[in-house]
């Protein structure tokens, strides 16, 4: 059932792809105006995490990070893509190109772990029989046991040191210290990819940067429909009437002193914290410097919405910890294929082919992806662009005797090159190299231990006009830190909003199937 209320105004707060997601929904399936939707972004563009760009100023290319998709997985986010065209096709749906891709340059990673230059092992998951009995034991809890644990209180030391958790911990920037509600969610919404963690070939790419193959056509399709942009517009806090059981925003309040007045029938959907804001890039000169105060637009925004009554969550389980909650990537632009030409020869992978490789004796745990080139629509021929990250930013280097964070790109570059064994390539791969850290002091925040109501619903009890969306608010049995979960909030509250009748995608329960349950048993025993 569509639902078309002429005076209806909405209004979604932060540009990233919760909103973008939010605004086809009520285009498609809520029936309304493009005219009469707006979306307020502190920052000059959308896209919020997808943000991968140009540094024209450094002639180099940037990304904060990569959002995995994964075959089977994702079906909010591939039901939302199967309704926009491509920039370059209009017949032919962004999930469709997705899948094309796919099946032309598949996933199937050949050296998941390199140590001192050489491939090392990785289909041994290193599991003793206490940690096998120890994940059983997790998978089996409910999850209502487990507010406020951490997932090194259920696992003895020796777990962290396995195969199995550099590479589960790798894929998904775990730390040990992160929440075991979570862990466990990425256990059940992952099952049917675990048998496959040493080749990473349930993995799915776009073709080029999650920017320009979702974001961009996403933008062009609402910008079709004349939906109003408003960009460097601060949100400072809502008013939100409470009245018993009922709770209606009545106005949006601005930076500079401006407010909108919101109607009953008005709706507002606003994005909740962020996994990068503060996040500070350096250059290949210099580390970049960690913003470790909390303040930052996204979370004030929440913090104050969160004052006016205890079901709109509580920011400070999640941007409280900067020092558990931060890590360090880096993007390299090189103006030739010498460092991607030895990749391939290490690894026996070509470009875009591999998920990913980690560097199992880095001090750092590094992580080094090459993505299919070119990875930006406006990468010329004779540049070409790899992402890495590491988990441990405060340890100090195997080879630059500093730690991560006090490091320059080009520092970071010299240890990638010692560890991957190209040291005889060094001074040609540092002549053609652009590397640019970037620190995030808030991009696993969203693991951060948590009990119930630390997170808001996506449409809180009592709501009349108004819903959270992103990766803090709570979606039962979901996992965050991913692009599905900002799609599936954007569905839930826009059907729950506007009384659409019609079902939100299932959640993936690959432990349903007996062909899963026997690959991953079967993995366990190697």
């Not at 441990?392 to 520092?411: I, T």
């Amino acid at each position: 059932m569509k639902i078309n209320i002429k005076q209806r105004k909405v209004y979604l707060i932060g540009g990233g792809i919760a909103s973008l997601a939010s605004v086809v929904y009520l285009i498609k399936d809520g029936g309304l105006k493009g005219k009469d939707i707006t979306i307020f972004e502190a920052k000059g563009s959308m896209g919020g995490s997808l943000d991968a760009k140009k540094n024209y100023t450094k002639d180099a290319y940037i990304m904060t990070g990569h959002r995995i998709l994964a075959k089977n997985a994702f079906e909010c986010t591939y039901n939302l893509l199967s309704h926009i065209p491509t920039i370059k096709d209009e017949n032919l749906s962004v999930k469709e190109e997705i899948n094309n891709f796919n099946n032309q340059i598949k996933t199937y990673t050949k050296a998941r772990l390199v140590e001192g230059g050489h491939v090392v092992d990785s289909y041994d998951l290193g599991l003793r029989w206490k940690d096998k009995w120890d994940l059983v034991k997790v998978f089996f809890r409910q999850e209502s046991s487990m507010d406020g644990v951490q997932i090194n209180e259920c696992f003895e030391e020796s777990f962290f040191e396995t195969n199995f958790w550099l590479e589960f911990s790798t894929v998904f920037a775990f730390q040990p210290w992160h929440s075991l509600a979570e862990f466990r969610r990425y256990i059940y919404r992952s099952f049917h990819a675990l048998p496959f963690a040493d080749t990473m070939e349930m993995v799915q790419s776009t073709p080029y940067s999650q920017h320009d193959s979702i974001v961009m056509p996403i933008l062009k399709w609402i910008k079709d429909k004349g939906v109003n942009f408003e960009t460097e517009t601060v949100v400072t806090d809502l008013n939100i009437e409470v009245v018993e059981n009922r709770k209606t925003v009545k106005e949006i309040c601005f930076s500079n002193s401006k407010k909108i007045t919101v109607s009953s029938e008005d709706l507002v959907l606003t994005t909740l914290g962020s996994m990068t804001t503060n996040s500070s890039f350096g250059s290949m000169k210099s580390a970049p410097i960690l913003k470790e105060n909390r303040g930052s637009v996204s979370w004030d925004l929440w913090n104050n919405i969160a004052k006016k009554d205890s079901s709109f969550g509580r920011p400070e389980v999640f941007n409280d910890h900067v020092k558990r909650s931060g890590w360090e990537s880096f993007t390299i632009t090189f103006k030739n294929k010498v460092f991607l030409n030895l990749m391939e020869e290490l690894t026996g992978n070509s470009d875009g082919t591999s998920g990913g490789t980690t560097i199992s004796s880095s001090n750092w745990v590094m992580s080094i992806v090459v993505p299919y080139q070119p990875h930006f629509v406006d990468q010329p021929d004779n540049l070409f662009v790899c992402w890495g990250y590491s988990l441990r930013q405060n340890k100090e280097g195997n080879f630059v005797e500093k730690k991560m964070s006090q490091c320059s790109g080009e520092e970071i570059l010299i240890e990638l090159i010692e560890h991957l064994g190209f040291n005889n390539k060094r001074k040609e791969i540092l002549e053609s190299a652009t590397c640019i850290p970037c620190v995030m002091p808030y991009i696993t925040s969203q693991f951060s231990p948590r009990q119930k109501g630390d997170r808001p619903q996506v449409v809180p009890t009592g709501s009349e006009n108004f819903a959270f969306l992103g990766q803090f608010c709570e979606i039962p049995n979901d996992i965050v830190f991913t692009v599905e979960y900002s799609v599936r909030s954007a569905q839930i509250a826009v059907y729950k909003l506007l009384n659409i009748d019609k079902k939100i995608e299932p959640i993936y329960k690959g432990y349903y199937y007996p062909k899963n349950i026997y690959r991953l048993i079967k993995a366990m025993l190697r």
